[in-house]
């Protein structure tokens, strides 16, 4: 139980016997305090009710005050302000929670009381394109809360719903057969699927332009490319064939992009998985009254949805007859409930989808689908300049390319650091930092706000940056190397310094951190988390010397090293960032 949900628990307590007339449905919460002059924890329980039972808020603090029981937990709450009650953590009562924590493989993290089959849906990327930098966001944030979810309890499917069945694929087809380079193919396979797709779609976008402009009649390009989408769906022996090859170069290199991001999925169920599913769901949809056939095509409409209604209806299935990003969702949802049990689904995926998944999320209530299903939005990333990430030539940005880039980068740091480390050394410190920047630099934002992709800050070893999370790692370690394995951390421990009790108390609070992360989905509230544990650890060194020090104080100390070397290890590993021993 974290030290707020405790001393919340406490102040109800109190005013339930305090013999208060309370308003239905009233809890008093307690949160860290705002001003640490004052307390640890506050609460402003006295000043709501205060109000609605129109008493004066101080007087009425005081009597809650006077009567709050905190177990030894804190001395006697104060007052202070409007009639803010203010908690401060005794020094014994923290050395107790040392204590604690050090015996608790959790490190004070509780499990949710209802565990949930969550389905998380991230990544995502459309086979036979670029996996580019874009899509680090949703990699790495729906990985983070995958870890987090899984780690409080929860039963976790990761599901890499790859869109391995759209339009391009007809590009790539029609490339395929008139100009596929096989040499280059054998070489390198993906560079060629990538250039076929290029050139098709090139050529297609061509003719539309010239189509508008009066300059031709026709699209022959993208009428063709249309027909081997067709055929391919219908289930054309070669076109599949192709197809099934196609995909299995993208996915060998999709896995070098998530080997290298140490990004792991329990399925790979991409859009093509659900085919055969499709007409049967349309069948339901019309059968059911939620859709109907509007211009030849068979829709959804929203017109009860304010918000909605006048947005373009939900189509699943076109005019020509074929089935879309949408149905495949539908499908998807359907599969995920009956087979698996999902009770929650979480989309992350960028939010220019918001509509989509809006629509989606209405169709399969209608069903009578209910799990909670989230759309879990990110921004843009932007290049230094402000603008979107591209290369030299205008092009997105590829991913492999940022990661070896990271991993280089790092790799000179290190270099310059610490040349005498081994070879193997440098390049395990290089890919934990390289990555682990690229990573941070991802979760420490919120997720809603652009952010711009700066090398030299993401890779800074001072300020709220990986490598100075995992230097502040190495520091927690480097204490133990040199006791050369003397350490016994035993009690009783003291705590009579404020840094001791800062880095004490922010440990203690690791607990109230990783569960913040899932109630908004905000991997940067345990990027922040860890980022203030570090610092806290810092100033402590700084102020404290450990080695130095004596009998209990010594001991503390050394718990207080151990316990931020374990709770830095946990939170990054929480957010997919690996530690080393030296830099
Ligand atoms: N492939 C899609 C894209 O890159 C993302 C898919 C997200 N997941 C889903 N179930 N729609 O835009």
């Known amino acids: 139980m974290t030290i707020p949900f405790y001393l919340g628990q406490q102040v109800n307590r109190a005013l339930a016997t305090a013999g208060l007339e309370l308003p239905e449905g009233f809890a008093a919460v307690v949160t860290p305090a705002a001003d640490t002059r004052f307390g640890d924890y506050q609460t402003n329980a006295a000043m709501v009710l205060a109000k609605v039972m129109k008493m004066n808020p ?10 709050v029981e905190t177990g030894g937990l804190c001395g006697t709450p104060t007052v202070a302000g409007a009639g803010f009650i203010n908690f401060s953590v005794l020094p014994e009562a923290l050395a107790g929670k040392l204590e604690a924590l050090l015996g608790d493989d959790r490190l004070g993290v509780g499990e949710v009381e209802e565990k949930r089959t969550v389905v998380i849906d991230f990544s995502a990327p459309n086979v036979a394109k670029q996996m580019h930098v874009g899509h680090i966001r949703s990699t790495i944030i729906g990985d983070c809360l995958a870890r987090t979810a899984r780690f409080v309890g929860h039963r976790v499917i990761t599901d890499n719903h790859i869109g391995d069945w759209g339009t391009q694929f007809g590009m790539v087809l029609y490339g395929w057969k008139r100009e596929l380079d096989a040499a280059a193919l054998a070489a390198d396979p993906i560079r060629e699927l990538l250039r076929l797709y290029k050139a098709v ?3 297609s976008k061509g003719e539309e332009v010239a189509k508008e402009a009066g300059e031709r009649a026709d699209t022959p390009t993208r009428d063709a490319c249309k027909a081997e989408l067709v055929k391919l769906q219908a289930g054309d022996a070669e076109n599949l064939a192709i197809w099934e090859q196609c995909v299995a170069v993208s996915k060998a290199g999709l896995e070098t992009v998530y080997e290298k991001l ?6 790979w ?3 093509s998985y659900y085919n055969g599913m499709l007409s049967g769901v349309v069948k339901e949809l019309e ?5 109907r056939e509007s211009e030849g095509a068979v829709c959804v409409f929203f017109d009860d949805i304010p918000a909605m209604a006048d947005k373009a209806p939900f189509i699943v299935r076109k005019s020509d007859g074929g089935f879309g990003y949408a149905t495949t969702d539908v499908a998807t949802v359907k599969h995920r409930v009956e087979t698996w049990g999902a009770d929650a689904i979480w989309y992350v995926v960028g939010a220019p989808q918001a509509l989509h998944f809006e629509q989606l999320f209405a169709t399969v209530g209608r069903m009578g689908l209910q799990p909670e299903l989230k759309h879990i939005a990110f921004g843009s990333i932007l290049g230094a300049d402000g603008k979107m990430m591209k290369t030299r030539s205008g092009e997105s940005v590829g991913l492999l390319e940022v990661l070896e880039e990271a991993e280089e980068r790092a790799r000179a ?7 005498d480390l081994t070879e193997e050394e440098k390049l395990e410190i290089a890919s934990a930092v390289g990555i682990g920047a690229v990573k941070y630099q991802e979760l420490s934002q919120g997720r809603l706000t652009d952010y711009k992709f700066v090398w030299d800050k993401m890779l800074a070893f001072q300020g709220n940056t990986a490598p100075y999370l995992q230097y502040s790692y190495v520091r927690t370690r480097s204490i133990f190397r040199k006791l050369e394995g003397e350490v016994v951390l035993a009690g009783p421990y003291v705590i009579t310094e404020k840094e001791e009790k800062e880095l004490a108390l922010t440990l203690c609070r690791f607990a109230e951190a990783v569960p913040a992360v899932l109630e908004d989905f905000r991997p940067n509230v345990l990027a922040g988390y860890v980022y203030d544990l570090a610092r806290a650890f810092h100033s402590f060194f700084e102020a404290c010397p450990v080695l130095r020090a004596e009998g209990e104080q010594r001991a503390t100390r050394l718990a207080l090293c151990e316990l931020t070397s374990r709770v830095l290890r946990k939170g990054l590993e929480l957010m997919g960032i690996r530690v080393t021993e030296k830099m």
């Open 287 to 291: 059968e059911k009254g939620i859709a």
């Open 262 to 267: 140490d990004v792991g999925f329990d399925h």
């Open 201 to 203: 779609n090139a050529q």
């Open 58 to 67: 101080r007087v009425l603090a005081e009597q809650i005050a006077g009567v």
């Open 269 to 271: 169920l991409g859009e």
């Open 413 to 419: 740091t290190v270099e310059e650091k610490n040349p």
